[in-house]
Every structure is written in C-alpha cells, then in structure tokens.
C-alpha cells in the first residue's frame, strides 16, 4: 500500500545538500514526492511509497548530510496522489 508523508526537517538543513541527499536517498528507497527549502530555514520532504520504506526514510531524515545538524522532524500523514518520481524545489 502507497502512503504519503509530509514532513518538517528542522535544524541546520539549508546550504548543507540535505535536499539532494534526500532525493538520493528517497530514489534509493523507490520513494517518489519532493523536498524543497522553508521560508524559516526548515525543509519541507513529502514521500510517497510502501510504509517499510517511509520508516527507513524518516529515520534517515535525522541524520541527513554530514553538514546537517536536525533539530526536530515532524511528520504526518496526507492523502494525496503520488508524484511520478522525487524531485528537489
């Protein structure tokens, strides 16, 4: 079963390649959505994909890229369609 993730990365996450190392990570996975940068310095990730797969990627959201200090990672479930593949924005 499909679900969606929308998740809040705080911390040192801008200017680090937490983006990048997310998509690769997220592509790695067979995970399909999107992260993009804040506003307020945080990143916004949405993951769509089998729930094993979420888990590994929200574990990973902790750590991120060596440069990332994480802060705090909410997440919650969304109901929406699943994009085609992973992208950054």
């Given at each position: ?5 929308r998740?809040r ?7 680090v ?9 997220a592509?790695?996975l067979g995970?399909?959505g999107?992260?993009?940068?804040l ?5 916004e ?5 089998p ?8 574990e ?7 440069a990332?200090r ?5 997440c919650?479930?969304?109901?929406l369609?699943?994009?085609a593949?992973?992208?950054?924005g």
């Amino acid at each position: 079963m499909t679900r969606c993730l929308r998740c809040r990365v705080s911390g040192r996450v801008q200017g680090v390649f937490f983006r990048a190392s997310t998509r690769k990570q997220a592509r790695e996975l067979g995970l399909c959505g999107h992260a993009r940068n804040l506003d307020d310095g945080s990143v916004e990730v949405l993951a769509c994909g089998p729930d094993k797969d979420l888990a590994v990627l929200r574990e990973w959201l902790w750590v991120g890229p060596p440069a990332a200090r994480v802060t705090a990672v909410e997440c919650e479930a969304v109901d929406l369609e699943p994009p085609a593949d992973f992208t950054t924005g």
